[in-house]
């Protein structure tokens, strides 16, 4: 599969977050590895972005939400997702390139930072699969401790095994 599979992500948990940091490296190494994304890898990701992405606990409980996951319509629903998180990240593009999509999604910068902006890309043949990498990562990036050096969005990729 030429998706960009992530068979050995590597996470590495902060005391504040260590299984969450281990279930969003499995997460994402399973989202990688997939055809097409399936309800329950989206679910999941509603579970573990609470602790390490600002997502509010009660965004499973929220109407457009429920509605958007029974439609299926899951790029809509990981829209509202990455909105709601704290910084809000958006959905700045998804296009396809060859046999792909490449999804960029921007991170808000705190309050300290209200201009900037950090951009995540990630690919997958599925759509909403190269959303849900993308907002996956991002949590990662606000994990991670602070004193690590700065990485470019190709050294993260290339980290978690994509070409």
Do not use: Y
């Amino acid at each position: 599969m030429s998706t960009t599979p992530m068979s050995q992500a590597r996470i590495t948990p902060t005391a504040d977050h260590p299984a969450a940091g281990t279930a969003l490296s499995s997460l994402i190494a399973r989202v990688c590895a997939v055809r097409v994304l399936r309800e329950h890898h989206i679910w999941e990701a509603v579970r573990i972005l609470p602790e390490i992405a600002g997502l509010p606990d009660d965004v499973k409980q929220l109407p457009e939400f429920r509605r958007l996951m029974e439609k299926e319509a899951f790029t809509a629903a990981l829209r509202l997702l990455a909105q709601s998180c704290q910084p809000a990240r958006d959905i700045r593009d998804l296009e396809p390139q060859g046999d792909h999509w490449i999804a960029t999604l921007s991170v808000r910068g705190g309050l300290s930072q209200p201009l900037r902006r950090k951009l995540i890309r990630a690919e997958h043949r599925d759509p909403p699969a190269a959303v849900l990498i993308a907002l996956l990562i991002s949590a990662i990036r606000r994990a991670r401790p602070l004193a690590r050096r700065r990485r470019t969005n190709a050294a993260v990729q290339k980290e978690f095994g994509h070409e």
